[in-house]
């Protein structure tokens, strides 16, 4: 736990006039109203959302409402018409608000302040958090990670500024977890982190992740090769074999994960099947 501080940041500005304080209050959904001038209509991505907050519905994750109040004894609302709609949805009669005392144009000021001001959190952000959380999923990426030695970083940092065993690509690793198991998951990142690859920086990329993953799926009997798999690795250059499909002129249709696989495959080949055939 840590508090909070503002040490290192700095604020140069003449004194303001911050409005009437907010009052906290709990409201009936029923004298809650819209303003379509500047909100928008629930469509698409947002009767998806909608369905996703009801769905996983807890007040410990419900943010009090922006209101603001209107003629005729009702609050408009300026941040927070999903999670209400999520709400009446599931019966709810009344949600926590946070009144601001604001006219029209100060509430579509407010919104597009209060939606353009969010901190988007990264993947690698979203799933610490949810391992925090005891997401099942999230453990299971996070618990094969460990087995081979990867860390998922927590915010994105330049594959030249990392460190051996980082990664960014956590979207590819629960993917490639849900798509081939643990157990390719984990035996293509020790190629990478137990082998003469392990000391590159910057190398546990979704590209090779991936491609790793569809050849030892393929190939099961390279997966159960043990040693001999690790040992067919260390002959491997990947920083390089990365770069050469990156640069190789390529087929239209052929991407550079495609590329990367295939020449995986035909390295593992060469190696593998003639140390099998001796």
């Not at 081939?180 to 920086?201: F, K, M, W």
């Not at 043990?226 to 190789?248: K, N, P, W």
Request: proline share 5%; net charge neutral; glycine share 6%.
């Amino acid at each position: 736990m840590r508090t909070i501080s503002t040490e290192g940041l700095t604020i140069d500005l003449p004194p303001t006039e911050h409005g009437p304080a907010p009052m906290l209050q709990w409201i009936r959904i029923a004298d809650l109203v819209v303003d379509d001038g500047y909100q928008r209509a629930i469509r698409g991505e947002g009767v998806r959302n909608v369905r996703k907050i009801a769905t996983n519905f807890r007040w410990s994750r419900f943010a009090p409402v922006v209101v603001a109040p209107v003629p005729g004894g009702k609050f408009a609302i300026i941040d927070g018409q999903h999670r209400t709609t999520a709400a009446a949805l599931l019966g709810i009669e009344s949600v926590p608000c946070q009144v601001v005392i604001a006219d029209a144009r100060e509430q579509a000021d407010a919104f597009a302040a209060i939606n353009g001001a969010v901190t988007k959190m990264t993947p690698m952000a979203l799933h610490h958090a949810s391992v925090a959380a005891g997401d099942p999923e999230a453990l299971a990426v996070d618990e094969a990670c460990r087995c081979a030695g990867v860390h998922i970083l927590r915010y994105p940092v330049d594959a030249a500024m990392q460190k051996p065993g980082q990664t960014m690509a956590v979207a590819t690793l629960a993917c490639a977890l849900k798509t081939h198991g643990r157990d390719v998951l984990v035996t293509a990142l020790q190629c990478i982190t137990q082998t003469s690859n392990g000391e590159e920086p910057g190398l546990i990329t979704s590209g090779l992740v991936k491609a790793i993953c569809d050849v030892l799926s393929v190939r099961r009997d390279w997966l159960d090769a043990g040693e001999r798999l690790l040992q067919a690795f260390d002959d491997i250059d990947l920083s390089d074999l990365v770069d050469q499909a990156r640069l190789a002129p390529k087929p239209k249709g052929v991407s550079r994960t495609m590329e990367i696989t295939r020449r995986l495959r035909l390295e593992l080949s060469r190696s593998l099947d003639l140390r099998a055939a001796a």
